[in-house]
């Protein structure tokens, strides 16, 4: 111990002392001690157009997640510890505005750990420079963009679970093709797409795969985002000499676009729609669904799939859909274990989402330059389930079945 002469103490030089010797322990101690739990928060459509989307695919299958990790203890640390998730969730009411908004307030003010991503391909398109600006990775599920592999270079810590409009489109140009050559079909095809980074990228994405397997479009229309009265598209469609119709639309264009050809009686030989389709309340117990084609599907036989459904089921009151559902928990079991393998570190985790092979409801899931690449490409409800039937030569592809069966009530 340091003294001044004549054996007395220096009150301000011991002070200075503990102070430094509590400093050089307090990151270690103090951080321990203040580190409760990991923020978590997202911004999602639990009102507005969106909604119906969101409340199928993204929201129940965070709450599955969030109640999963409680079960077990927490969120475990590569130290073995266990932190329970705190939520901070915003309802961004279909807005892409208040979706910015609401994405910059959890990363500024809530200063969250980590930020779920939206629903939607134009949402999630609209926050991604936020995710990048502030060092958050963005497990971007519910988002279809031939783009991908541009965005992983200009955001890298950003990933994309859902392909591109490519993929779907040249899968479905496949599926023509191998109809009109076995003599079902003819080689034409009326189109609508919504106005929406989805609609827009599948849209374009299906004229050159249409061209390219000599399949001509003699009906092409691109309608706003809230139409509801469809009657004149389909109308329209039904006139021309096309054997398929298909829509690249979110999920009330899609019910409204089912109801009103049925109304109408217009009954082509291939009917393809967009998101909505593999809702269950589109198809489960509704025989006029049967034959009806669209993006993605399942293998009924995967045990992890259906283990995963029947959970989604118990604890949520609804089933999940048969495309991004369970790519959705897909992704957050990802995220999990990421965490425990680096930590609460966001490029840490963000390398290891990049880099690593998980273990998820999917099976063995590793992303190729950042993107989920093993995915159904088209399916078709066949006897009250939406099976995947491409890629044809994937393990538990059906068969496809046209022409599509009569309207049934």
């Known amino acids: 111990m340091l003294e001044p002469t004549g054996g007395r103490r220096a009150p301000s030089l011991l002070l200075s002392t503990i102070a430094l010797a509590a400093l050089a322990i307090?990151?270690?101690?103090?951080?321990?001690?203040?580190?409760?739990?990991?923020?978590?928060?997202?911004?999602?459509?639990?009102?507005?157009?969106?909604?119906g989307g969101a409340g199928i695919t993204t929201i129940p299958n965070y709450q599955l997640w969030i109640n999963d990790v409680k079960e077990a203890g927490g969120l475990e640390m590569p130290d073995g510890s266990r932190l329970p998730?705190?939520?901070?969730?915003?309802?961004?009411?279909?807005?892409?505005?208040?979706?910015?908004?609401?994405?910059?307030?959890?990363?500024?003010?809530?200063?969250?750990?980590?930020?779920l991503p939206p629903w939607g391909t134009g949402f999630n398109l609209a926050v991604a420079p936020l995710f990048d600006r502030y060092g958050y990775p963005q497990l971007a599920?519910?988002?279809?963009?031939?783009?991908?592999?541009?965005?992983?270079?200009?955001?890298?810590?950003?990933?994309?679970?859902?392909?591109?409009?490519?993929?779907?489109?040249?899968?479905?140009?496949?599926?023509?093709?191998?109809?009109?050559?076995?003599?079902?079909?003819?080689?034409?095809?009326?189109?609508?797409?919504?106005?929406?980074?989805?609609?827009?990228?599948?849209?374009?994405?299906?004229?050159?795969?249409?061209?390219?397997?000599?399949?001509?479009?003699?009906?092409?229309?691109?309608?706003?985002?809230?139409?509801?009265?469809?009657s004149p598209m389909v109308n329209e469609a039904s006139g021309t000499e096309a054997d398929s119709f298909v829509a690249f639309s979110y999920p009330p264009d899609t019910f409204a676009l089912t109801q009103q050809a049925q109304v109408s009686g217009y009954n082509p030989r291939v009917f393809y729609l967009?998101?909505?389709?593999?809702?269950?309340?589109?198809?489960?117990?509704?025989?006029?669904?049967?034959?009806?084609?669209?993006?993605g599907g399942i293998d009924p036989a995967n045990e992890a799939n259906r283990a995963y459904r029947q959970r989604h089921q118990e604890l949520t009151g609804q089933g999940p859909d048969y495309w991004g559902s369970v790519i959705t928990y897909a992704?957050?079991?990802?995220?999990?274990e990421a965490i425990r393998r680096v930590g609460l570190d966001r490029e840490a985790v963000s390398?290891?989402?990049?880099?690593?092979?998980?273990?998820?409801?999917?099976g063995e899931t590793k992303l190729e330059n950042n993107q989920l690449r093993d995915l159904w490409w088209t399916g078709?409800?066949?006897?009250?389930?939406?099976?995947?039937?491409?890629?044809?030569?994937?393990?538990?592809?059906?068969?496809?079945?046209?022409?599509?069966?009569?309207?049934?009530?």
């Open 85 to 115: 998730i705190e939520l901070i969730e915003y309802d961004d009411r279909s807005s892409a505005e208040e979706v910015v908004r609401a994405v910059e307030r959890l990363a500024t003010q809530d200063e969250v750990d980590f930020i």
């Open 274 to 295: 967009g998101v909505g389709v593999g809702f269950p309340a589109y198809g489960e117990d509704n025989p006029a669904a049967e034959g009806v084609m669209s993006l």
């Open 141 to 230: 599920v519910s988002s279809v963009t031939d783009k991908a592999p541009e965005f992983v270079e200009r955001w890298p810590r950003s990933f994309w679970f859902l392909g591109g409009g490519a993929d779907y489109t040249d899968a479905l140009a496949n599926v023509l093709v191998d109809a009109r050559e076995a003599g079902t079909i003819n080689d034409k095809v009326a189109m609508i797409s919504v106005a929406d980074g989805f609609g827009i990228d599948l849209v374009t994405a299906a004229r050159e795969a249409f061209a390219e397997a000599d399949i001509e479009i003699v009906y092409d229309k691109t309608y706003p985002v809230g139409t509801t009265d469809f």
């Open 380 to 409: 078709q409800w066949q006897d009250g389930v939406f099976v995947g039937i491409a890629p044809p030569d994937r393990p538990g592809a059906a068969k496809p079945r046209l022409p599509k069966a009569p309207w049934k009530n």
């Open 26 to 51: 307090w990151p270690a101690n103090g951080a321990a001690q203040e580190r409760t739990s990991v923020k978590i928060g997202y911004a999602v459509s639990k009102t507005g157009v969106n909604a």
């Open 351 to 362: 390398q290891e989402l990049s880099t690593g092979t998980f273990q998820t409801v999917l």
């Open 331 to 336: 992704s957050l079991e990802m995220l999990q």
